[in-house]
């Protein structure tokens, strides 16, 4: 749970985190937030679509853990892009994470009303050092080349959806390419991929859960992963992947279980042209 990967300004931001995505009843948020804190958890992610950046906020001050060691990741909402909103959003986010800094924050989805004031915030907060690194999330191909046309910084991350159904495999050649860092949503695929026989397979054979081998794809092939859960073993369980090591086959076998309708969120075009 200490690995890092060093984007591409140079900032160490942990390989695996904990994604608070879902979590908005208090009691059984501030259970799981406590919960991954105490399995060793040292990175965030949050978004103002949320709704729990007070409660992860509150959390965490409480928690005492001191702050160079964790890594609090938030998002714009789609209907507060553009310029001036950004900003303002931003500032209630530091407020309710109750930070003087956040480490990353990410444009949630590609906004094609609000494509340029939206980044040209993000550069200004960055600027500023109100944020350690600025990102994207859900953009393809063709929208990072929209911004890299514009863009005087460069986007340190894109989050994305993948898991073993929806690898992404060449938006993650054009990242790689691009010094960009791949991130993954929902890597466990919202549950469908936990009975997946191959994977199963690969799971007895190590003595672990389907979950745990995933996990162990998405490290391993580099990509930042943020699994979440509201159930404290599961919670706990999801750190305890550094026990074992997929093989080349392993990982190849688990590349090629991607799915043409293998997608399970929105697709980000769709979104793009309604914001
Ligand atoms: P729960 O929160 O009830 O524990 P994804 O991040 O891919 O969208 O998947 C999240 C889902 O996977 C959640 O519904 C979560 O359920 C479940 N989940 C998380 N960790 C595990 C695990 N170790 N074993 C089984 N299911 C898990």
Redesign the pocket.
Known sequence: INDTVRLNNGLEMPLHGF?VYLITDEDKGRAAIRQALGSGYRAFDTAEFYKNEALLGTLLKESEVPRNELFITTKIDNPLQGYDSTLRAIERSLKDLQLEQIDLILVHWPSKKHFFETWRAFEKLYDEKLVKAIGVSNFEVHHLEQLAARANVKPAVDQMEI?PYFTQSALRDYLRANDIAAEA???????AV?SDATISRIAEKYGK????VIIRWHLQSGTIVI?????PS?IK??TEVYDFVLTEDELKEIDALDRKDGRNGPVPDEVFEEN
């Not at 699994?227 to 159930?231: A, E, I, N, V, Y």
Request: hydrophobic fraction near 20%; charge should be positive; proline fraction near 14%.
């Open positions: 994604g898991h949503w929902s890597p466990l695929g919202r549950g936990l859960s389907p979950a745990q699994p979440k859960s509201q159930t599961r369980q999801n």
